[in-house]
Each structure stands twice: as structure tokens, then as C-alpha cells.
């Protein structure tokens, strides 16, 4: 089981933090997407279980910044400098192996849903 918290409404430009505890130890990449109205749910960001690689989708690239504490069984989302278009819901997931994926079917747990919204 995953809980998400964090998210809410945020001006363009600034900040936002996203965090996802995990019921138990993974050792399997963790992950987030997001999903806005009437489209379909893209890949955001990636991370092995090390925590020695991330991956990053272009449109976040620079902005976002992924990590992940197993100690707590936790995976963050640093949202920086955030535009509207990143106006979604938000979810994390546990990965179906260790290499970290960038297509839904790569995840086998989800979290719940955070939404974040960014105004103009």
C-alpha cells in the first residue's frame, strides 16, 4: 500500500513537494505520473532502489528532482519552478522490477492521487 501527501495550489513559479510512504520494504525502482483531465496518465520521474539513478521525462527535466529514503520506505517529488501545464494528479508507484521504467505497465502499485495545480 502506498499514501501520497502533499500537493495542492501553487502560483507558476513556485514550489511543491510530493512524498509516497510504502507499507513495506521494496527493493524495486519507485516512480511517479501524473494525469490530467482527459488525457492519459504519462510518466514524470524514476528511481532505482539505490537511489544512484534517476530518470526524468523532458517536460520535467531540470525542474523536478526525485529521491528516496528506504530507510522510511518513502519517495519524494521536489517540484520547482512549476508552469501550469503541470497541473495533474499526481501518483506514485512501486516498479515490477529494479530497473526503473518509463510506461505503466513497468508499475505494479499505485499510490492514491495528490493533486497539484499551478495558476497563472
Known amino acids: 500500500q502506498l499514501v501520497q501527501s502533499g500537493g495542492g495550489l501553487v502560483q507558476a513559479g513556485g514550489s511543491l513537494r510530493l512524498s509516497c510512504v510504502a507499507s513495506g520494504r521494496t527493493y524495486n525502482a519507485m516512480g511517479w505520473f501524473r494525469q490530467a483531465p482527459g488525457k492519459e496518465r504519462e510518466f514524470v520521474a524514476a528511481i532505482t532502489w539505490s537511489g544512484n539513478f534517476a530518470y526524468y521525462a523532458d517536460s520535467v527535466k531540470g525542474r523536478f528532482a526525485i529521491s528516496r529514503d528506504n530507510a522510511d520506505n518513502t519517495v519524494s517529488l521536489q517540484m520547482n519552478n512549476l508552469r501550469p501545464e503541470d497541473t495533474a494528479i499526481y501518483y506514485c508507484?512501486?516498479?515490477?522490477?529494479?530497473?526503473?521504467?518509463?510506461?505503466?505497465?513497468?508499475?505494479?502499485?499505485w499510490g492514491q492521487g495528490t493533486q497539484v495545480t499551478v495558476s497563472s
Open positions: 508507484a512501486v516498479g515490477i522490477s529494479g530497473n526503473v521504467g518509463a510506461r505503466v505497465i513497468d508499475y505494479g502499485s
